[in-house]
């Protein structure tokens, strides 16, 4: 009887992302615990908690670098993390091919849409726009003549 | 000749229960009537399955098994099941019992509750056959797939075992306890909707030689498991770990698998076929 293999069979697959979609999911998650516990009580808790929050109060969250890296982080892991397990989900249980394939492609456009938008805002944000409604603006826009 | 009445109280023997239907059946001493309602389906006259109750005197120490033998070999010889060794060893009758996948050798009437019915259908996810019975070629399909069998480049010592420290051989205990029921995998949701998962089973038996010091070849079974449809279809749900009549941690060890595809370094495969 033989015991041992010559040539043992070897296996050629292709090369996918599960294993890094699945890294991404537990990585992005504890991350984004951090990042919307945060948010949530920066927002909803602290200081006069809900009832602060105006375009004043954005608009001055905005004007800080920490707040737009904080939101920036948020927006894309969490559309990201989302997007990847709406596509799992696609995976799963869609399993006629080409709706799968829309399926997937539309979040697809909407993950990306959602990102750039966001980014956008996020990046181009105008604290003290020109023309505004007196007494909506965060106060340090009076400092620069607004 | 006329007819008379059948006066019953004239034949000793005779109770009124036989006589009159209308009258309770009464089991034996010890016994109790149990209903099953099996799910059953034959592809030579059902377009869809049909459930059919059959109501069954039984022991609460009686298996289920027990009482699809009675239905059987009693009131219908065409409901089809199957059972080799009927005490949880040989891994042929798993089948869904009240909503959970079970052996049905190993289920007792008293471990279910006897005063409602007993709902049984075959496994999930497999294509049905016929009443209690599945295809299980694709489930052996994947098993044979994460290559199930020891792989060495080396010879053992002439005439010798391999040797292995019992802390090498525990590494894998609990993997080697699988009987290839699919209680597992037919329980898995993600199987149920997509065929193509691998599933727990297989993946139980890919890390029965993964972590078997005396292999040589885990790196192609885990190659194997790091497919689109390999252990990252896994969704933690521990419906498999629940099903299993052998207590296998099943999830822990896919979990284990998931872990050492990481560890290693990612070496990029091109497709051959």
């Keep these: 009887m033989a015991t041992t293999l010559p040539a043992p069979r070897t296996v050629g697959r292709r090369r996918n992302i599960e294993k890094y979609g699945w890294i991404y999911m537990r990585a992005s998650g504890v991350v984004l615990v951090v990042l919307i516990f945060g948010h949530l009580f920066i927002n909803l808790v602290a200081g006069q908690g809900v009832k602060q929050i105006d375009f004043a109060f954005i608009a001055g969250k905005y004007a800080t670098p920490f707040w737009q890296v904080w939101d920036g982080l ?21 399993s006629n091919p080409t709706a799968n394939r829309l399926l997937k492609g539309a979040i697809l456009v909407a993950v990306v849409l959602l990102i750039l938008l966001g980014t956008l805002v996020i990046t181009t944000f105008d604290p003290c726009p ?17 | 000749m006329t007819l008379t009445p059948l006066n019953t109280s004239a034949l000793p023997g005779v109770t009124d229960a036989v006589m009159n239907p209308a009258i309770r ?21 059902d377009q869809e399955p049909r459930w059919v109750d059959y109501d069954v005197d039984t022991l609460p120490t009686d298996r289920i098994l027990d009482a699809l033998h ?4 009693e009131q219908d010889g065409s409901l089809t099941f199957r059972r080799s060794c009927a005490h949880g060893v040989c891994g042929s009758d798993a089948m869904r019992i009240n909503g959970r996948n079970r052996l049905a050798c190993k289920t007792l009437v008293k471990d279910l509750d006897p005063t409602k019915p007993i709902y049984i259908e075959a496994i999930k996810g497999l294509p049905l056959e016929k009443d209690l019975v599945v295809d299980m070629e ?5 098993f044979r797939a994460v290559q199930p069998f020891l792989q060495s480049h080396t010879a053992p010592p002439e005439g010798r075992e391999r040797l292995q420290s019992a802390a090498d051989r525990a590494r894998f205990d609990d993997t080697t306890k699988c009987i290839l029921c699919a209680a597992c995998t037919s329980s898995c949701p993600v199987f149920w909707t997509d065929g193509q998962y691998f599933g727990p089973a297989a993946i139980v038996n890919a890390h029965r030689f993964i972590f078997d010091s005396r292999d040589e070849e885990a790196e192609v079974r885990l190659d194997i498991l790091n497919d689109k449809e390999g252990v990252w279809r896994c969704r933690t749900t521990f419906n498999c770990s629940e099903a299993c009549p052998r207590g296998i941690q099943i999830t822990k060890a896919i979990s284990e698998v998931k872990a050492a595809t990481i560890r290693r370094p990612d070496r990029i495969k091109i497709a051959v076929a």
């Design chain 1, 130 to 146: 020109a023309n505004a409604a007196p007494g909506t603006l965060p106060t340090f826009c009076s400092s620069i003549g607004r």
């Design chain 2, 70 to 73: 009675k239905i059987k070999w």
């Design chain 1, 74 to 94: 948020m927006l894309w892991l969490a559309l990201i993390h989302g997007g990847n397990g709406m596509r799992t989900i696609t995976n799963d249980y869609v």
């Design chain 2, 25 to 45: 059946h009464r089991p034996a001493d010890g016994f109790t009537t149990i209903t099953l309602i099996i799910r059953r389906f034959d592809p030579e006259t």
């Design chain 2, 138 to 142: 694709p489930f052996f399909a994947s």
